[in-house]
Nanobody
Framework: QVQLEESGGGSVQAGGSLRLSCVMTGYTAQMNYMTWFRQAPGKEREGVAARYIHGGHTFLADSVKGRYTISQGSTKNHMWLQIDTLKPEDSAIYYC?????????????????????WGPGTQVTVSS
């Protein structure tokens, strides 16, 4: 069993920054990717950033390039998502997910069905 826990969400004004944290625990040996998704009310869940935990290659959604940065935390099972220049459209619940796929590509990393474990999410609200 793999558990994921997000933290760091909150309410901020447009132009500000947030750093979200995700920690993966439990039977993590088979996991290879940790990914951030977000879901705004009435919208589909969207993959925004992913990281291969054993080697560091990353993916970023085109919609967030230049403002979002994904990086490793204190261990390979700890992941940060730095969000700069926040916009109201960034408001969403941000979820951390983990996958046991050995290799992802730019064409499939955003498919939610590839992920076996999910955290409960952390709310990000950006006011204009």
């Amino acid at each position: 069993q793999v558990q994921l826990e997000e933290s760091g969400g909150g309410s901020v004004q447009a132009g500000g920054s947030l750093r979200l944290s995700c920690v993966m625990t439990g039977y993590t040996a088979q996991m290879n990717y940790m990914t951030w998704f977000r879901q705004a009310p009435g919208k589909e869940r969207e993959g925004v950033a992913a990281r291969y935990i054993h080697g560091g290659h990353t993916f970023l959604a085109d919609s967030v390039k230049g403002r979002y940065t994904i990086s490793q935390g204190s261990t390979k099972n700890h992941m940060w998502l730095q969000i700069d220049t926040l916009k109201p459209e960034d408001s969403a619940i941000y979820y951390c997910a983990a996958s046991d796929l050995r290799r992802m590509s730019s064409s499939n990393w955003q498919h939610a069905g590839h992920y076996q474990a999910w955290g409960p999410g952390t709310q990000v609200t950006v006011s204009s």
